[in-house]
Structure formats: C-alpha cells, structure tokens
T-cell receptor
Framework: NAGVMQNPRHLVRRRGQEARLRCSPMKGHSHVYWYRQLPEEGLKFMVYLQKENIIDESGMPKERFSAEFPKEGPSILRIQQVVRGDSAAYFC??????????????FGQGTRLTVV | GESVGLHLPTLSVQEGDNSIINCAYSNSASDYFIWYKQESGKGPQFIIDIRSNMDKRQGQRVTVLLNKTVKHLSLQIAATQPGDSAVYFCAEIAGGYQKVTFGTGTKLQVIP
C-alpha cells in the first residue's frame, strides 16, 4: 500500500503563473488535508476535504487559492497568479475518516513551490 | 488561534542523553494530542499520541506528558540517538471535524 503521493516534489513558477499541486491519498482514504509550511516554521492548516466536498477551508487565502477532491483522481491545490510569498512547502495528509484517537493522518513528502 | 510563525527553537543534546521537548497548546477544548517528527525534506511522521483524559503515555523510547491545567505537553526521548535529529511538532485535535492544528516546533540536534 503506497503512502500519500504528492507531485511534483519541486515546482518552479514565475510570478503570475498558475501552480497545480496534486495529492493522491492512501488507498481507501477519503479525507484529505492540505497544509503550508514556510522555512523554519510550523505547518499551517489550509483546507480539509472529503470526496467531492470541502469541509473546512478556513485556512485558505480568500483569493487565488482553491482546492478540490473529485470523486475520481487526486486532490488538487490550485494557486492562480502566484506571487513570491506563495513560495513554501505544501503538504497533504490523508486519513480513512477524520483524524481521531483511533485514526491517524498520514503525510506525503510535500511539494516545494518556488516562485521566481 | 493559529500560532504565529517564528524561527524554530533548537535543543542540542549529547548522544545517549535524554531529551525533553516542550509545547504549549492553545485550545482548552482539544481532546487529542499528537507528536510528529519531521526530518529534513520530508513530511511529518507520527510518533506518539495521547488523549486528553490521560496525563502520561509511553512508547518505545518516547514518553508524552500532558498537563491540562497549564495546557502543556512534553515529549521525552530516552537515550537520544543521531537518528532522532529532526524537527518535532506537537499537534492538537479538537472535537468536531478533526482538524489537526500544529504548534511551532522544536529542532532537536543530537551531538555524537
């Protein structure tokens, strides 16, 4: 059973371009979380999705950022018109149900976005 | 609320010594806590967890202590090894929709 797969591992975009980050959860997992991490800082929650539904997007910037988790295929975090401040590591985690005492979330290796 | 970004505090320990990493959490309604280890260039990895109705839990070489009175967590690593060098984050989960909220993190450096 492969772990959480994120691609690409590294992504370079020029200012104004779009960035698309993909996350394939572990097999059987229908809950996905996205986090952003700046260098030397903690992980900041962005969005929590279940299949075809956004459960909590309280950590998403109001503009330029969107996320989806379709019935088929990976979860996508999309950043439009990227700016240098978007440069960070973006991590995805998945779990079979919501995280709880008996249910762990597993993290991917992250996508490192660099905006030049 | 969300923790403000800060440069990570660093703890340096000699190989073989015990390490204690501390964390203050913010939400008194949190009912579950997790410690994660993050090695350079990798995603967070689960180490140990504890429910809010417990004050201590032991794993292999690791112990987590919870003090709800002062909203404080600690992670103790016995006989620290070079492979323990990483950034350690505490995380809290409040009831409801199970969002994991991370603390700021501590960088552990093990001196051979």
């Amino acid at each position: 059973n492969a772990g959480v797969m994120q691609n690409p591992r590294h992504l370079v975009r020029r200012r104004g371009q779009e960035a698309r980050l993909r996350c394939s959860p572990m097999k059987g997992h229908s809950h996905v979380y996205w986090y952003r991490q700046l260098p030397e800082e903690g992980l900041k929650f962005m969005v929590y999705l279940q299949k075809e539904n956004i459960i909590d997007e309280s950590g998403m910037p109001k503009e330029r950022f969107s996320a989806e988790f379709p019935k088929e295929g990976p979860s996508i975090l999309r950043i439009q018109q990227v700016v240098r401040g978007d440069s960070a590591a973006y991590f995805c985690a998945s779990s079979p149900t919501g995280v709880s005492v008996n249910t762990e979330a597993f993290f991917g290796q992250g996508t490192r976005l660099t905006v030049v | 609320g969300e923790s403000v970004g800060l440069h990570l505090p660093t703890l340096s320990v000699q190989e073989g010594d015990n390490s204690i990493i501390n964390c203050a959490y913010s939400n008194s309604a949190s009912d579950y806590f997790i410690w994660y280890k993050q090695e350079s260039g990798k995603g967070p990895q689960f180490i140990i967890d504890i429910r809010s109705n417990m004050d201590k839990r032991q794993g292999q070489r690791v112990t987590v202590l919870l003090n709800k009175t002062v909203k404080h967590l600690s992670l103790q690593i016995a006989a620290t090894q070079p492979g323990d060098s990483a950034v350690y984050f505490c995380a809290e989960i409040a009831g409801g929709y199970q969002k994991v909220t991370f603390g700021t993190g501590t960088k552990l450096q093990v001196i051979p």
